[in-house]
């Protein structure tokens, strides 16, 4: 029997720090501090096939307690996403993206069925799916072109199944008096910021403020040759409270769509 700490801690979040070394650093600068580390949520990406779709991946953090939350569309970037909660609000909540197949190309929908086809059966029927990783093969050649039309797509296609990124609540951090002296510290250890609409996206008049760290590039072994190609990032939320004094726990559209360009090539 799984808790949802293995699935959280033992497995996400671990695969997650290993693949990016600018979170372990992060990690690290914070607790120096003294600072104790929530998680306000973390995002995973999929495919919408039903294969593999947003309600596969929600599957199994349903299964232990999370409930949908709320609904979101990128109208650009063709993505739809729903975030989880838990009746425990201390869990992180759970933000699930899918890429809307049916409004890509021909080709890019022939090679994401290449590479699905791969998958193992009952490979997405596991508890641990989420962070199950990349089920397939693929060639560089094939990242390149998916990156032509949808980023989304190709990081997904290269990573596979795992967080593309955890938040780090800034409501909790006891040192930083607010996200822009965050921001000013992480640059002044030399990390980069998705300045992407602003290196804060978001608001106290929309209730939530963001901001993110640029993905690392980090090592992928391709059917072809091993290349470096940008991997997940780190993110930092600060929520307002609503006027019933309850902080927000949503997400806003417009902000998010700026944050998913933190693994972007070009910043
Ligand atoms: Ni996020």
Not at 199 to 217: M, R
């Amino acid at each position: 029997m799984h808790t949802l700490q293995d699935l959280l801690e033992e497995n996400l979040w671990r695969q997650y720090v290993t693949l990016n070394p600018q979170v372990k650093v992060i990690h690290r600068l914070l607790r120096a501090r003294g600072e104790q580390i929530v998680n306000d949520h973390l995002a995973l990406r999929t495919f919408g096939d039903p294969r593999v779709g947003l309600d596969v991946m929600a599957q199994p953090f349903v299964q232990l307690g999370y409930r949908c939350a709320g609904d979101y569309t990128f109208i650009e970037k063709k993505l739809r996403a729903r975030h989880y909660e838990h009746p425990d609000t201390i869990q992180p909540k759970i933000f699930i993206s899918e890429l809307k197949l049916e409004q890509c190309s021909p080709a890019l929908r022939n090679c994401v069925d290449s590479l699905l086809d791969q998958m193992p059966s009952g490979a997405a029927n596991v508890w641990y799916f989420p962070g199950s990783g990349r089920l397939w093969k693929l060639s560089y050649q094939q990242y390149e072109s998916l990156q032509v039309e949808s980023e989304y797509a190709a990081w997904v296609a290269a990573f596979g199944f795992m967080a593309n990124h955890f938040t780090v609540l800034v409501n909790a951090l006891k040192t930083f008096d607010g996200i822009q002296n965050l921001n000013i510290f992480l640059r002044g250890h030399g990390f980069k910021l998705n300045t992407a609409g602003g290196e804060i996206k978001g608001s106290p008049a929309v209730f939530l403020e963001q901001s993110s760290t640029l993905a690392d590039k980090v090592t992928v072994e391709f059917s072809d040759g091993i290349n470096t190609i940008p991997g997940c990032y780190y993110e930092f939320a600060r929520r307002y409270p609503l006027p019933d004094g309850r902080l927000y726990q949503g997400f806003v559209e417009k902000s998010a769509d700026k944050i998913f360009q933190s693994t972007d090539h070009s910043p």
